[in-house]
């Protein structure tokens, strides 16, 4: 759509040890809900990967280690609207192991996020495959599959 707004986001992955993903649950505007990981658009001057450590910081309070060379795991591209500005977004996600029991509470949301905060939750493979609600991405589960089986074994053994 040409009369969509560019953006480039930063996301994270945040993965226990019970290899759950950490996910939000936002209110949509029009009605409904869907589910995404922690993460949103890059301020000027930041790049993907600054932008997902601080907003993990805003969102859930947590402050996240990424490797000053940590690549995205996944890029994709979607199209979302917010008070009628439609964006076409590039989002950038990042992967990092978290310790169980992390103590999760937003810190500084927008006045939008505000809004639609609706709380945390945390995924396995399997309940994202059987989940009728909407994820964001909607490949999320095999995602999350490929990043624990390809991602994750190469990131751990340098820790």
Known sequence: ????????????????PDDRVLL????L????SHWLTPGGGVEPGETPREAAIREAAEEIGVEVVLPDDAEAVLV?????SWAEVVYDQVD???AARVPTGLPLRPAALTDVEQVNWLGFGWWSVAELRSTGDVLVPA?????????LTEVLPTLDGHG
């Open 76 to 80: 994709t591209r979607r199209e979302w």
């Open 29 to 32: 505007e029009h009605g409904g």
């Open 24 to 27: 939000i649950h936002e209110r």
């Open 1 to 16: 759509m040409s009369d969509a707004v560019a953006r480039v986001g930063g996301r994270l992955l945040l993965i226990d």
């Open 92 to 94: 950038h996600f990042f």
């Open 139 to 147: 490949d999320l589960a095999d995602v999350l599959a490929r990043v």
